[in-house]
């Protein structure tokens, strides 16, 4: 009987455990319900701000996304102008994250380096 009472006791704590996700200062939350992105009633993706919030564990997942300002180097390009003289072009992009759900659907998850593709490209 006390075996059975303190199992059941650790079973609450370790599911009490797995619900609460604590969100960063400088991060945002969006909650997964089985892999799916979870919408409110305007259809938008929730995103969590920073704080303790709770999700029902095994079926929610939380993905992190980085709010704060974000650096992105590019490799320095080398051009031959028309007089023949060499020119180094080194470019770098400062962003952030402006609309978190629409960014995590566009980059289908939200991983920097799929952000970082687009930027490639944009350059």
Not at 48 to 63: D, M, R, T
Request: proline letters at 2%; aromatic letters at 10%.
């Amino acid at each position: 009987m006390r075996k059975s009472v303190i199992a059941i006791i650790i079973i609450v704590l370790v599911v009490l455990y797995m619900s609460v996700f604590v969100v960063k200062e400088g991060e945002r939350g969006i909650t997964l319900r089985f892999g799916k992105v979870l919408r409110d009633d305007e259809n938008k993706p929730l995103v969590y701000a920073p704080g303790l919030h709770f999700k029902i564990p095994f079926i929610e997942s939380v993905k992190m996304l980085d709010a704060r300002i974000q650096t992105m180097d590019n490799q320095a390009d080398r051009f031959v102008t028309k007089e023949k003289k060499d020119l180094i072009v080194d470019s770098y992009i400062k962003w952030r994250i402006s609309d978190f759900s629409r960014y995590y659907l566009a980059t289908g998850g939200g991983e920097r380096s799929e952000a970082g593709r687009g930027f490639r490209r944009a350059c």
